[in-house]
């Protein structure tokens, strides 16, 4: 199931705001954002993704710490579209399910919710659906960090 909602981030936008690039840029498009509440993004999952040559071989799915990195690039997005000057490390990741494998060609819609706000931390609830149907959920924490000057 494709997502043909309106487009708020491309990737050329997600980059402007995380210091994630190839191969490590999972987020294809943002398509949903409220501001430190709520964010939606799509990951379209091709079959030639570096990781599909050494990840089942003849089988590929596609890593699960991957898709947990995913939502974290969304959450991230969400945090720090208004704050240039910051990145968001990874805390914890608590509270994993793997449902369903995700394989070439689904499309992961990546759900981020807010759960707690802190000063500069904060928690969120991720879920990842693949044609509406829950693959992957999980509650991540975060570090909101000033960036060093070098």
Known sequence: ?????????????????????????????????????????????????????????????????????????VGGVMMLKDQPEKLAYFMSINNVKFRKPVVPGDQLRLEIEVTKLRGRTGSVKGQAFVDGILVTEADLMFSLVSKEKK
């Open 1 to 73: 199931m494709i997502e043909k909602q309106n487009v708020l981030m491309d990737v050329v936008d997600i980059q402007k705001v995380l210091p994630h690039r190839y191969p490590f840029l999972l987020v294809d498009r943002i398509i949903e954002l409220e501001d430190e509440k709520r964010a939606v993004g799509i990951k379209n999952v091709t079959a030639n993704e570096d990781f599909f040559n050494g990840h089942f071989p003849g089988h590929p799915i596609m890593p699960g710490v991957l898709i947990l990195e995913a939502m974290a690039q």
